[in-house]
C-alpha cells in the first residue's frame, strides 16, 4: 500500500451538475457514483436534508492520474474555502483548453500568462467555487 492523498469535494446539492462539468470542462473520468438510496446501509433518521435521498452519496473521478472524490454531501451548504487545486498540464494549448473551460460561468482571478515558475499560470474559480490553479509545469533547465 502507498500512503496518498486525494480531496474529497462536497457540492451541496450539485455533485451531478459537476461530475458533467469536470468531464466536459476537463475530460474528468468518473469511476464510480453511488447514490444515498443505493447504500448496502440504511442512512440514519435525520441525517439527510429532505430531498437529497437520490443525491450522490459518493463518486469518485480522475483527472489525469489524479483521483478526485466527491459528494452531495448531506445538505444544501458548501464552503470551498481555503485551498485550490493545481492542474498542472504538458502544454500552454491544454493549459487554454482547461481554463477555458473551467472559467465557464465562473470568475477569473489571475488571467492566464507566463511567470517566473511557469511559461504559462493562471488562477480561476469554477462555477461551482472551486478554486483552481492551472498551470504548464516549467522544463527544467
Known amino acids: 500500500m502507498t500512503t496518498s492523498i ?3 469535494l462536497f457540492f451541496a446539492g450539485r455533485c451531478e451538475e459537476a461530475l458533467d462539468f ?10 464510480m457514483v453511488m447514490r444515498y438510496n443505493e447504500s448496502p446501509d ?5 441525517r439527510l436534508q429532505p430531498g ?3 443525491k450522490i452519496m459518493h463518486a469518485s473521478f480522475r483527472v489525469g492520474e489524479a483521483v478526485v472524490m466527491a459528494s452531495d454531501g448531506c445538505d444544501d451548504r458548501a464552503n ?12 500552454e494549448a491544454e493549459a487554454r483548453q482547461a481554463f ?11 488571467p492566464l500568462g507566463p511567470t517566473f515558475w511557469s511559461p504559462c ?3 480561476l474559480t469554477d462555477k ?3 478554486g483552481w490553479m492551472v498551470m504548464v509545469v516549467a522544463n527544467p533547465a
Request: glycine letters at 12%.
Open 121 to 123: 499560470f493562471g488562477m
Open 6 to 8: 486525494s480531496p474529497y
Open 100 to 110: 477555458e473551460g473551467l472559467a465557464v460561468s465562473g470568475s477569473i482571478a489571475v
Open 80 to 91: 470551498f474555502d481555503g485551498f485550490q487545486l493545481a492542474l498542472s498540464v504538458a502544454s
Open 52 to 54: 437529497f435521498e437520490t
Open 22 to 31: 469536470y468531464r466536459e470542462a476537463i475530460g474528468a473520468r468518473i469511476d
Open 128 to 130: 461551482f467555487n472551486v
Open 42 to 46: 440504511p442512512i440514519p433518521l435525520g
